[in-house]
């Protein structure tokens, strides 16, 4: 059984997370804003549901999934894409395939030493939140 990642977990570090959403597109007028954000991510599960909701000063974001069943997800707010999701355990770590408007996207989001950790496939990124 994979590790549970529900909780409310605050963000701690950020590594390059200007050239990751340069990497997006956002506009530079965005980029500043984000960069300013603290960021809270709530896990959820309901079920076979999974609920993550993205919170902060500027703008919200949830997504809501099972594992291994593929949903469109549009990033409204964030980067604007329109795209396909789909996401599976790979032991302990949760992976999302994203297939859409910008090629080879997604995440891995696991735990360790009571930490979310997030790394965005393809660009590089690492983010921990701490719960």
């Not at 059984?1 to 990497?23: H, K, Q, R």
């Not at 989001?109 to 930490?115: G, N, Q, R, S, V």
């Not at 979310?116 to 393809?122: F, I, N, P, S, T």
Request: charged fraction near 25%.
């Amino acid at each position: 059984m994979p590790a549970s990642l529900c909780g409310i977990w605050e963000i701690i570090s950020n590594t390059n997370f200007e050239g990751y959403v340069t990497a997006l597109g956002i506009n530079p007028y965005l980029r500043k804003i984000a960069m300013k954000l603290k960021l809270r991510k709530i896990t959820e599960q309901q079920g076979d549901q999974f609920i993550i909701k993205i919170t902060s000063t500027f703008q919200n974001y949830t997504i809501t999934f099972k594992v291994g069943q593929e949903f469109k997800e549009f990033t409204k707010g964030l980067d604007s894409r329109h795209m396909k999701s789909l996401l599976r355990w790979e032991g302990n770590k949760l992976v999302c395939e994203q297939i859409g408007e910008k090629k080879n996207r997604g995440w891995i989001h696991w735990i360790e030493d009571d930490k979310l950790h997030l790394v965005r496939l393809h660009i590089c990124k690492e983010n921990s939140f701490v719960g």
